[in-house]
């Protein structure tokens, strides 16, 4: 497949609208997975979604104009299905799996679209809600989160010409194929692409994702963007997000039932899904806390996904939680996700080489580098952290703890109620910067 002339395609965005999303496969892998259990176990439950800036330097409603937010948001309400994306998420097989997707919510989701939104502008950041059943409004969070990454990549190259363009991606180009350079120099590598909420554009995520492709070879297992992962023909990899405990511990009726949460959506994960895809996401609540509650079943999973911890304290967490099981770490899988980059990747690698089998999702710092590449420093440019989480479910607030407090969800007085009952232990303060 040729490479497109990204610096070309951008200076020549003259369409009256030129649409972000073009797909409803242009989300991640895990949203699919997750919609297909919420839709069958949780038709009823009401959820609202919300964006938060954790980057909140950045005011974003000064950089992106909010009609053209609203226009593009009203495009992805229009998509569906095509038949040939039904087709091959009814055909193609994911995680050594074929039918993943029952016929029954395969009928429901070809006749989905995007719900309603609600924006404004409250001091130069955007107030943007979903509200509905879970399954309706489960899948804004991906769109809406590339959507405003994108317009704000936009808004900082408008008024630059094609030769400034084309030197900016060529740098861009160059410093990411020095940091494949880099991770071709570790022999049992597996990594994918995690990069699509936060991405600098569709465009370059498709070209960092070939580029990957081409310099990486088997070392790439795959792509969460599953519009990528059927236009390139490469595995479409994910498996659950903090959402699943979040709602269920906003549901739960008393103390017991809120401990019991992150457990109760293990069991649920469980009844739909198996092999690979069992991977623990452990820090909704805090890590320290899942795994001293844990059910001993828990150690049997294929691995942990250790989120918002440093990768190799949280790696060594988890390491020696298993052997105080009686397991083998070296049978068991941990993939590293969080605001990754080619130092950290090589540093985690190397650590734990040899005592446990390892994955990188590669993120934000894969599809959103752009800095240093300006001529002159370009604040827009800068990845940022943006996110979309559930804030309450069936009228009742929801809550992220995290293992770092800056990662937190939540009104104050929840957040505090929910740390009453995990406790805080292990959760430390970091910087968020992707």
């Known amino acids: 497949m040729p490479t497109i002339d990204i610096a070309s395609r951008v200076y020549a965005h003259t369409w009256k609208l030129d649409p972000i999303v073009r797909s409803l496969l242009d989300t991640d892998f895990y949203k699919l ?15 609202t979604f919300s964006l938060v800036n954790r980057s909140k330097r950045v005011r974003l409603a000064d950089e992106i104009d909010i009609d053209e937010l609203r226009e593009q948001l009203e495009y992805a309400r229009t998509l569906k299905l095509t038949k040939k994306e039904m087709i091959w998420l ?13 016929p029954e919510f395969l009928n429901w989701l070809s006749n989905y679209q995007l719900p309603e939104f609600e924006l404004k502008e409250v001091d130069g950041q955007f107030d943007l809600s979903f509200h509905g059943t879970w399954a309706e409004v489960s899948l804004w969070e991906i769109p809406a989160l590339a959507i405003i990454a994108e317009l704000r990549s936009r808004a900082a190259l408008k008024s630059l010409g094609p030769f400034t363009l084309d030197v900016i991606y060529a740098r ?12 071709q120099e570790l022999p049992d590598l597996m990594i994918s692409d995690f990069g699509t909420r936060r991405r600098h554009s569709y465009l370059w995520q498709r070209w960092c ?12 297992t795959g792509t969460s963007n599953v519009l990528l992962a059927m236009d390139t023909d490469l595995e479409a990899v994910g498996t659950n997000a ?19 949460a992150p457990y109760r959506v293990l069991l649920d994960w469980r009844h739909y899904y198996g092999g690979n ?28 996904r250790p989120d918002s911890a440093p990768p190799i304290p949280g790696g060594e967490q988890i390491i020696e939680w298993w052997k105080e099981k009686g397991v083998d770490p070296r049978e068991k899988l941990l993939i590293f996700s969080d605001g990754l980059d080619i130092d950290s990747i090589q540093e985690t690698y190397r650590h734990f080489h040899g005592r446990v089998r390892m994955a990188f999702g590669w993120g934000t710092n894969l599809t ?16 940022m952290s943006i996110v979309c989480k559930v804030t309450e479910a069936n009228g009742r607030p929801a809550v992220k703890l995290s293992d770092n407090p800056e990662k937190a969800i939540g009104e104050p007085g929840e957040i505090e109620r929910y740390i009453k009952l995990f406790g805080n232990s ?4 970091q910087p968020v910067l992707v």
């Open 277 to 304: 895809l069992l991977v623990v996401l452990p820090d909704s609540f805090g890590t320290a806390a899942f795994l001293r509650d844990a059910p001993d079943w828990v150690a049997n999973w294929t691995g942990f």
């Open 368 to 383: 959103n580098d752009f800095r240093g590449c300006a001529p002159s420093p370009m604040p827009g440019l800068d990845p």
């Open 172 to 183: 861009a180009k160059a410093k990411m194929w020095e940091k494949v350079e880099r991770l």
């Open 242 to 260: 903090h959402e699943l405990p979040m709602v269920l511990a906003a549901l739960a009726r008393s103390d017991n039932e809120l401990r019991d």
């Open 426 to 429: 292990g959760r430390v303060e």
């Open 33 to 47: 997975l997750m919609l297909q259990m919420i839709w069958g176990l949780y038709p009823e439950v009401t959820t």
């Open 209 to 220: 994702v070939e580029a990957l492709k081409e310099g990486l070879g088997n070392k790439l």
């Open 90 to 102: 009814a055909g193609n097989s994911f995680a050594g799996r074929k039918h993943i997707f029952e």
